[in-house]
């Protein structure tokens, strides 16, 4: 487990792609996080990593559903970066389907991965300590399906749809990302000794129980 703490944006974005840059491998899958948060990242990873993309499919690993071209949207965010442009393959959660389609078609997909590893996913920690739309006391806490639904009322957009806590745990290696209270949140996790039902309060908890992660803090 690694934790660094930066004060300056531009510097825990070269760090952060820094990290992604050494993982890179031809064939590898890498799962991203929506939201505000990473899209600077995504640029830069876009601009300094274009070629070393070329082999890679990237994954985004939770959406609002919402039209793919709406500002809100996950899809958007991630495709309007850049990071998209030289991958290999880019799989994301089709909102213009029904939703029982959309789940299936996202699973199928992700049925592609070895016993539903990802090389390397990047997770940030929201609200509430969620990550993904995997919110406190959701049943995709526990769920062993792959891909998931859920409505989180607490939420302007309440739909969502996210791949679940039993495959983001499987990744090799994971990063994660946060600013604000959101790194108090992860340093007292950090110094907590954790059991399954304070899991279902503050999913984030899981990422204190793994080998391979990087805390990137802002």
Request: hydrophobic share 40%.
């Amino acid at each position: 487990m690694n934790v660094r703490k930066f004060k300056q944006k531009e510097e825990w974005v070269d760090a952060i792609v820094d990290e992604i840059r050494g993982y890179i491998r031809p064939g590898m899958h890498i799962g991203l996080a929506g939201g505000d948060l990473p899209k600077s990242v995504y640029q830069k990873l876009a601009d300094e990593c274009f070629e070393k993309l070329e082999d890679t499919e990237l994954w985004v690993l939770d959406e609002r559903v919402v039209p793919l071209d709406d500002p809100d949207s996950n899809y958007h965010m991630i495709s309007e970066s850049g990071v998209t442009d030289n991958v290999q393959a880019f799989h994301y959660f089709n909102t213009e389907l029904p939703r029982e389609k959309m789940v299936e078609e996202y699973t199928e997909e992700l049925s592609l991965l070895d016993d539903y590893q990802f090389d390397l996913v990047i997770l940030g920690i929201g609200e509430g300590g969620h990550i993904a739309s995997i919110f406190p006391y959701s049943s995709l806490i526990t769920t062993t399906k792959p891909v998931g639904t859920d409505l989180i009322k607490s939420q302007d957009i309440s739909d969502r749809v996210t791949v679940t806590l039993d495959v983001l745990k499987r990744a090799k290696h994971t990063i994660v990302i946060a600013e604000g209270q959101a790194d108090e949140v992860i340093l007292d996790l950090l110094e907590t000794v954790i059991d399954d039902e304070m899991i279902e309060a503050i999913p984030a908890l899981y990422l204190t129980d793994i080998d391979s992660v990087s805390f990137y803090l802002l």
